[in-house]
């Protein structure tokens, strides 16, 4: 059985995003600055994790891809603000 880490996500606006790669950028150099070892995830791959699935078998993930699409659909859109990073 082959099986892949998946993860329930919220993607982010491209507004947001650019704003967050901006920041990213920001501690990218702070953090070479001091010298530190530091990995940033790409703009592109930037989301907010709702729930971790674990692994899951590769022959269920557009039936549980197809779950969670219809329980997004049935849930109100929400709002997540960040005030600040420190």
């Known amino acids: 059985m082959e099986t892949v880490r998946a993860y ?10 650019r ?8 501690l990218r150099r702070a953090a070479r ?3 530190w070892e530091a990995d940033f ?12 699935l674990d692994d899951v ?3 269920l ?6 779950a969670l699409a219809q329980a997004a659909r049935a849930r109100s859109p929400f709002r997540l603000q ?5």
């Open 8 to 17: 329930a996500a919220c993607l982010l606006d491209l507004p947001v995003t």
């Open 19 to 26: 704003r967050l790669a901006g920041l990213s950028a920001n």
């Open 33 to 35: 600055d001091l010298g």
């Open 41 to 52: 995830v790409s703009p592109a791959a930037l989301h907010v994790t709702l729930a971790v």
């Open 57 to 59: 078998d590769l022959g």
């Open 61 to 66: 993930l557009d039936p549980v891809a197809d």
């Open 82 to 86: 960040l005030g600040s990073v420190r």
